[in-house]
Structure formats: structure tokens, C-alpha cells
């Protein structure tokens, strides 16, 4: 099956510092994927569609200044978080839906990265 | 407003049968979707459901009622390793996908 692989699995950074985190979809081309952010005992916050070769679209609420995303080519997508405050420790898991399968298709999760700012 | 509601918290002996239960309120409707997920790591796919009835794969079910706004997942034989988070979610008119909350299942031996 299709496989996205994410890294850093985990990350901890000083306050004010910028982490990137990355998404690879490993045996298929996603145009698009998703950028999601779990808080402990919560669910699945979508946080913004990334488009491959254009800009991403946030949800209401996110900072895009603050949690850059880059698209760059079709089997990358890049979010890095600005400096970091201690209350954007999270869980942040990246999809990409196989375009194969069609818009209705399985989404394909990595394996998320839990960031920690000190 | 679009909403997905699911109970927090479930437990279930080992070897027994648990229904977990879905109901949705969205803006359109492009299928559903059951997920699990072990603590500390991401979720991974169960099931998609578009048509009304009932999806068997293994030990888990799926079911769907569109006019009632209503899915439910069925997992037979539980086994410890099935202790997760399950989660529901329906994409709406516009392909993306709305999130519920997750329900905890909790196995006893």
C-alpha cells in the first residue's frame, strides 16, 4: 500500500527557535496534502491543505506566518513552526490522499511528529 | 454548523463484541471513514463507507445510514492489541474531512 513517511518522528527545541518538520510520500505523487495537529486526549485538528507548486490554504485560526508550509514538488511537503512557544508542543501528523484511488480515496498518514518546546 | 459526535469512552472484555457508534451533521456528504489509532502514534485506515448498509473486513464492520446521518462501527472477537482510539470521519461537499473526537476503547482481560 502507499506509504508517507514523516521526520523528525520527535523533536524538542528551546523556545523562539523554528523546527521543520518533513512528509514524503514514498511510492505515489500527492498534489495535495494535509497538515494535522493532535492535543493530548483530542481529536485531529486540521490545520491546512498543501498544494503542490502553490500557496497552502489554512484553516480559520492558523497562523500562516507562523506555521509555514512549502510544497515544493510532488512527493514533499515541508511545515515548519516559527518561533516556537511552548504552547505549539503538539502532535503534528501530515496525509496525502493517492491520487490513484481517486478524491474519495484512503488518506495515508505518517508517522507524526511530537513536538516539544521548552 | 458541522458536527461529529461519538463517545468518549468505551470498555469491552477480550473476546467479546463492541459497537462503537457514529452520528453526523455536515454539509454534504462524500463518505465516512473509521480510523485507529494507538496512543502516540497516527492514525491508521479501517474502513469507508458511501453506500447505506454494511462493509465487512475481518474481524471489524462498518455500517452506514445516510438518511440518519449514522455509522457505527463493529469490532467481533476483541482482542487487547484492538485497546485505541477510534475515530470517524465524514467528508463533506467539499472533500474535506470532519473530524469527531475519537471514542477510547478500553479491553479487559
Known amino acids: 500500500g502507499a506509504v508517507v513517511s514523516q521526520h523528525p518522528s520527535r523533536v524538542i527545541c528551546k523556545s523562539g527557535t523554528s523546527v521543520k518538520i518533513e512528509c514524503r510520500s514514498l511510492?505515489?505523487?500527492?498534489?495535495?496534502m494535509f497538515w494535522y495537529r493532535q492535543f493530548p486526549k483530542q481529536s485531529l485538528m486540521l490545520m491546512a491543505t498543501s498544494n503542490e507548486g502553490s500557496k497552502a490554504t489554512y484553516e480559520q485560526g492558523v497562523e500562516k506566518d507562523k506555521f509555514l508550509i512549502n510544497h515544493a514538488s510532488l512527493t514533499l511537503s515541508t511545515l515548519t513552526v516559527t518561533s516556537a512557544h511552548p504552547e505549539d508542543s503538539s502532535f503534528y501528523i501530515c496525509?496525502?490522499?493517492?491520487?490513484?484511488?481517486?478524491?474519495?480515496?484512503?488518506?495515508?498518514f505518517g508517522e507524526g511528529s511530537r513536538l516539544t518546546v521548552l | 454548523g458541522q458536527n461529529i459526535d461519538q463517545p468518549t469512552e468505551m470498555t469491552a472484555t477480550e473476546g467479546a463484541i463492541v459497537q462503537i457508534n457514529c452520528t453526523y451533521q455536515?454539509?454534504?456528504?462524500?463518505?465516512l471513514f473509521w480510523y485507529q489509532q494507538h496512543a502516540g502514534e497516527a492514525p491508521t485506515f479501517l474502513s469507508y463507507n458511501v453506500l447505506d448498509g454494511l462493509e465487512e473486513k475481518g474481524r471489524f464492520s462498518s455500517f452506514l445510514s445516510r438518511s440518519k446521518g449514522y455509522s457505527y462501527l463493529l469490532l467481533k472477537e476483541l482482542q487487547m492489541k484492538d485497546s485505541a482510539s477510534y475515530l470517524c470521519a465524514v467528508m463533506d461537499s467539499n472533500y474535506q474531512l470532519i473530524w469527531g473526537a475519537g471514542t477510547k476503547l478500553i479491553i479487559k482481560p
Open positions: 496525509s496525502a490522499r493517492d491520487p490513484g484511488t481517486g478524491d474519495t480515496g484512503e488518506l495515508f
Open positions: 455536515t454539509s454534504g456528504f462524500n463518505g
Open positions: 511510492d505515489f505523487q500527492a498534489t495535495t
